[in-house]
């Protein structure tokens, strides 16, 4: 998937916040069917420039996700899930990079194949890392 990230925000462990630029994001989501959903990984990688002090970040996530499907009509399907997993921010304000990350999605899919949908998904994503340093961005 190819997606765009609405930003979010920082704050350092001297409470200081920092706002994080939008910017484009690639993912991939490798799942199984399972009951009346599916589960899976999804692993999303991203760069954002943060305000004031004009600085690049890197964002890698890897999650294991759940999703409960909705057959809607003429093919389409709704989804609805939830996202555990890790994450690691390459920025200058943190000294662990690795983290916790959760996130909550929702979205609507075309099958184009057996294994492949066109897909449009609205999806949150949070990471904490370095005891206190926290970030969350939407995607």
Do not use: C
Not at 5 to 34: C, F, H, Q, W
Not at 43 to 55: G, H, M, P, V, Y
Not at 64 to 72: A, D, I, M
Request: charged share 20%; hydrophobic share 35%; net charge negative.
């Amino acid at each position: 998937m190819v997606g765009v990230t609405a930003g979010g925000d920082v704050k350092d462990d001297n409470d200081e916040r920092y706002d994080i630029k939008a910017g484009v994001n690639l993912s991939i989501a490798i799942e199984t069917p399972m009951d009346k959903g599916r589960i899976g990984l999804y692993l999303a990688s991203q760069r954002n420039k943060t305000e004031r002090i004009d600085t690049k970040t890197k964002l890698h996530i890897l999650q294991f996700q759940s999703s409960v499907v909705y057959p809607l009509k003429n093919g389409f399907r709704s989804y609805v899930g939830l996202g555990l997993g890790g994450g690691y921010l390459d920025a200058p304000w943190v000294d662990n990079h690795w983290g916790f990350s959760g996130s909550a999605f929702t979205g609507i899919e075309y099958p184009i194949s057996e294994t492949v949908s066109f897909n449009s998904q609205l999806r949150w994503l949070g990471v904490s890392v370095d005891d206190n340093a926290n970030t969350a961005v939407s995607m």
